[in-house]
Structure formats: C-alpha cells, structure tokens
C-alpha cells in the first residue's frame, strides 16, 4: 500500500484534549507508583531534585518536537523524522532503537498493575522477592509464574481497546486520565498531613558518599525520565489528529509541564511520609528501599501502615487504581508501538504489509498485533519493573537527539513548510535538547550504556537483510552472510563483556560496602569494546563502498551516528558513572565528576553540528516530504 494513502485512511478524529489525555495517560503510569521510591533509593530525599532537572531536560526535548510535529504531523513521527533529514541507515537505527523501548513499555505497565496488587495479602502469590537476579546483588520484587500469566492477559486487554479504533481508544482514555489525575493529587495530599521534615536530613540530603552524581543517575535509572517520556503520545497519534499543526504542540508542552508539578509533590510527599523503620528497611537507609517491605507497593504500604482514620480505605482504592494508572498508560503505549512499527514500515524497513489499514476500524491491524505478541515475550525473563525501566528509559531518550537536528535542518533546507508553532530561540534551545538527551543516556551508567548500544546495533542485520538489499541494492548473499556473522560476533562480545566487565561493576552497585572495580575490567573493556566498535564501523565502511546508484548518501549521512553510539560508553566508562560509580572517594574515576558531564556535552555538541551538516540536501528533502503528502507550497 501506497504511504500516502495508508496516511490518508487514518481516522482524524482526536481533539486537543484528548491528544493532552494521551500524552498525560502516557506520563501518569507505572512511574507514580514506583518512581518515587526508586528515585529515594538512589538519591534519597535529593530525588526531589532529580524530577526538577528531569522535567526541565525533558521539556526542552519536547519544545524542539513542538515545531517539528506541528509542521509535519505523522503517525509514528519519531521513527520517521530522522528518515527525512538523514535518509534510511540513521533512519533505521533511531527507529529500531526506539522500538526497542515503544514496544516493552506496555509489558512494563503490566508488570507494574500485577505487581502492586500482590501487596495485598489476598493476592500475595502474584509476586516474591528474589536476591541477586541477574547479578543484581540486592533483591526485588519479580513476578511468579501466575503473575507473569495474569500480566499477559493484561496485555491481550490493550489489544481490544486499540483494536475497536481511534475514537473509542481517544474517548476512554479521557475518563481514564481523570482519574489517574485525581487520585495521585489526592494521594499528595494527604500524605502532606502526616509530613516529617526530619525524614529530609536522614542519610544526608544526597543520600549517598557519591553526592549529586546519584541525583543525575536517579533520572534515568529510577524511572524519573521513563516517566515524563509519556509526553511523546500527542506526537505518535498525530496523523490522527482533527487539528495538528496548532493543538499537537500544546499537547507535548503542557502534559510535560503539569506531570512536572505532580510528580514534584509526589515525591516530597513520599519522602516526609515514609516511616523507614516500620517498612523493614536495611540500615534505615534510602538505599534499603527496593528490598523493604515497601517494594511492591509504595504508596499502599506507606498508607496501611499509618495509624491515621481513613488511610486504610484511602490504602485499599489504591490497589484499584494500581491497575488502572499503569493500564491506561499500557494501552496508550501498545497504541504507540503500533504507530512505531507503521512508521517502520512506512519507511520501508519492515514489510509494507505491517502499515496496511483496515478499513473497519482505522488502525494498522498486524502493527497491533505484533505489538501484542513481541511485548509479551519480554514479561517472562524480565519480571520486574525494576529490571526493565532503565533500559526502557534510556532507548527512548537516545533516539530524542535528532528533535533539534530536525528542526534546524528544516528551518534550513525547507523553509515553506507551514509551522504553526515556531519555536523561538531554536539555535540555543535546539543543541540544547541533543545536550539534555545525551547526558541523561549518559546519567545511566556505563553498564546500562553497554547494553544499550549492542542492542542497537544488533538491528543492524535486519537492515542489511530488508533495507539495504531492496534501496542500496546490496547483494543478497553478501547481506545474509553479514548478518549472521555479525550476530554471532556481537553474541561471543557481549557475553565476554558482560562476565568479564559488566558483572563485577553491577555487583558493587548493590553492594553494602563499595569496593573498587577490578583492575582486570580496565583491560577488558577496551580490547572487547574495540573489536565490536571496529567490526560496526567496518560494516559501515563496507555499505557506504558497495551501495549502488548513488545510494550511498544514506550511508555517508550515517556515519556521525554510528560514531556518537560508540562513543557513549566510553566516555561513560572512564567517567564518574563508570567502575568507580559509589566508590570512595567520589573523584577516583579517570575523568572525575564533574568534569564527565563537561567531557560529555562537548562530545554531544560536536556531534550535534555533525549531524546538521550530514543532513540531505534540499531538494531531496523537498521530495522526500513531497511523496508522503506533506504540503509545501514552493514545490511544483
């Protein structure tokens, strides 16, 4: 099916409200109800910190999208902008990299739903608590086999309500947010009544020997960004929008800024609330949370333990609304992972097929279910909210640095586009949101950073065996002999690194004394990391010769980003996130804090001027947008 036309049968039926309801149903999740208490297990009482400079960073990603969206409204925006300024090869890597993370989100919210219920004792058996998962050290709450079965029905529930249509999907979901509104507010609220100012000076306002490094690593690790990332709905649901240009931007700005102001009190609420010692907390420390009694439900635990009237009722609606946040939010983002895969497909890296619409109901069906049956797969070895949100939240924040890049190359190469909202100040504000999505990927630590990378570039191979054979003209056998072998060569390196590097690292973090890394992960690292990083250039360098009919501009206009990802854990690795996260003292790493955060926003800038300038040209652009059905005036 023609893309255009695909564009064309999406119902346009979603007003402003309900575009700031899903954006507002995406961010009002899983992340209340256990956002907080990861955030004060990292950063203690500064977590209230972490969400102000998260919301902030946040909002200058969203305001770059703002002008972007607004001028070009698409399904699936994210995964397709890139496509337009940088052709197929950044294009792809972005798109799966945010599918990685699209996909899982509605599996974590399901986990989320199940998990909270099993802090009622009636539903006990929905969960239990495991030490040293995957190498994690401390424990945590994971599903058992009957929550891991209830949490897949959950997900099947998602289906039908995005399977009847964008109407019925964009109604509901206005009831839903209202609640998931009321009760968090109310929650704060009386939480405030049984405030204790004393809980802020216990372990120190930083709560950690690594001081405000801990505050940085609690925004992308504890659920602090995945939280705000819900903002992006408005803009995957923009193909279905009854007036885009001038509501979709309202939508991202607003829904980022409110969320800000609810998850602030949120946690000032919680911090004064908590009773450290009646949770069972280790040391009666902040750290001692996720393996507390508090760990499966916060904020029911918090209210069924305080001797105040009413909270034990307020405590039990709770567990009601512990399914519907999280549900409303896993039904939006299957939504979401939908569009993702429409927009892959839509750009060719997947089967045309997948951006087929039905007619009936409006909606690319088998995006749906593929949606469905992926993000359930990721349930049973990753049982845990814990486990799955930094991963989740780093992939998508990573794919937010081209929403600058966009903006700036359209100003510069498409200057007719109508742009409803204009963005003033794009030349500070735009290196500006590339800046705050690369520290924030960078905030997650190198272990993270590692992991992240490789399953990037681990898509690498569908691109070679579906893209590049069919647009760059690649050999066939050529393609199929690549990909196997990268696979196998990425499978051996990563399972090295990870004993060898990763393990010990990740053991210390959850570890009650901090030790130094071995001196034997500073041997590894390098000669590991830098096979891996010289067999993707290669790969790279191998595409951009044997790519046919001038194709190969693609490639050339990738390089800067295959360059930027291997970049990332490097210089996360020598820097204060790396081995010496949580040792002592704070500055043993090579580049010690906070001349990291330094090292990295001069590496994010440069990259950022590299990206401009690798952008296409300006009639390819100009056709590109022409194709697809986006209006420019100029063009004849």
Do not use: C
Not at 7 to 25: C, M, P, T, V
Request: proline share 5%; hydrophobic share 50%.
């Amino acid at each position: 099916m023609d893309v255009a036309e695909s564009d064309k049968k999406l119902r346009k039926e979603l007003s402003f409200i309900q575009l700031l309801f899903l954006s507002l149903g995406g961010i009002i999740g899983s992340g209340w109800l256990f956002g907080v208490l990861f955030g004060a297990s990292v950063a203690g009482p500064a977590s209230v910190l972490s969400w102000i400079i998260g919301g902030i960073m946040v909002i200058f990603i969203a305001l770059v999208y703002a002008e972007v969206s607004g001028a070009i409204p698409k399904s699936g925006g994210i995964v397709r902008y890139p496509h337009y300024t940088h052709g197929g090869y950044t294009g792809f890597i972005l798109g799966w990299a945010y599918l990685l993370s699209a996909i899982t989100v509605p599996a974590i919210e399901a986990i989320a739903a199940i998990s909270y219920l099993s802090s009622f004792p009636a539903f006990a058996s929905f969960s239990y608590s495991q030490a040293n998962i995957y190498g994690s050290g401390g424990a945590i709450t994971l599903l058992s086999a009957q929550g891991v079965v209830l949490a897949i029905l959950l997900m099947v529930g998602f289906f039908f309500l995005n399977f009847y249509g964008i109407k019925f999907f964009g109604k509901w979901n206005e009831y839903f947010v209202w609640w998931k509104l009321i009760i968090p507010t109310a929650t704060f609220v009386l939480l405030f009544t049984i405030f204790t100012p004393s809980n802020f000076t216990i372990q120190g306002f930083y709560g950690s020997s690594s001081g405000f490094s801990n505050v940085l690593l609690a925004i992308p690790t504890a659920g602090i960004v995945f939280s705000y990332l819900g903002f992006r709905q408005a803009l995957e649901f923009g193909g279905e929008a009854k007036n885009p240009q001038k509501d979709i931007p309202r939508a991202l700005i607003f829904s980022v800024i409110i969320g800000m102001v609810l998850y602030v009190f949120l946690q000032l609420a919680f911090i004064g609330a908590i009773n450290l010692k009646t949770g069972g907390v280790s040391g009666n420390v902040w750290s001692g949370l996720t393996s507390s009694e508090y760990s499966s439900g916060p904020f029911y635990d918090v209210f069924s333990k305080a001797t105040v009237a009413g909270f034990g009722a307020w405590a039990t609606l709770l567990l009601v609304d512990s399914v519907v946040s999280p549900s409303g939010t896993g039904w939006i983002y299957m939504g979401t992972s939908t569009r993702v895969l429409y927009g892959l497909s839509t750009d060719g890296y997947l089967p045309s097929r997948i951006h087929k619409i039905q007619e009936k109901t409006g909606i690319p069906i088998l995006a749906l279910i593929l949606s469905v049956v992926i993000g359930s797969i990721f349930i049973a070895p990753f049982p845990s909210w814990y486990l799955l949100v930094g991963f989740i939240s780093s992939a998508t924040v990573f794919t937010y640095i081209m929403g600058g890049v966009a903006l700036r190359h359209f100003r510069k190469t498409v200057k007719e586009l109508h742009r409803p909202f204009v963005l003033p100040l794009s030349s500070i504000i735009a290196p500006l949101g590339f800046i705050s999505a690369a520290l924030i990927v960078y905030w997650s630590g190198y272990f993270l950073e590692v992991i992240l990378v490789f399953a990037i570039l681990a898509g690498l191979p569908i691109y070679l065996m579906s893209y590049a054979t069919k647009q760059l003209k690649i050999k066939t056998n050529i393609a199929y002999i690549l990909s196997l072998s990268f696979w196998i060569v990425e499978a051996v390196l990563f399972y090295l690194i990870f004993i060898l590097v990763l393990n010990p690292a990740f053991l210390n973090l959850h570890a009650a004394t901090p030790i130094p890394a071995p001196s034997s992960v500073f041997t590894y690292f390098p000669i590991l990391y830098g096979i891996f990083a010289l067999f993707v250039i290669g790969i790279t360098v191998y595409l951009f010769k044997a790519a046919k009919d001038g194709t190969n501009k693609e490639i050339k206009a990738g390089f800067w980003l295959i360059f930027f990802i291997l970049t990332l854990p490097i210089i996360s690795f020598y820097g204060a996130f790396g081995p010496y996260l949580n040792t002592v003292p704070p500055n043993a790493a090579p580049i010690y804090f906070p001349w990291d955060n330094v090292v990295m926003i001069v590496d994010a800038l440069v990259f950022y001027f590299l990206a401009l300038y690798s952008g296409y040209g300006e009639e390819d652009v100009k056709d590109i947008l022409r194709e697809e059905g986006v209006p420019l005036p100029d063009v004849k």
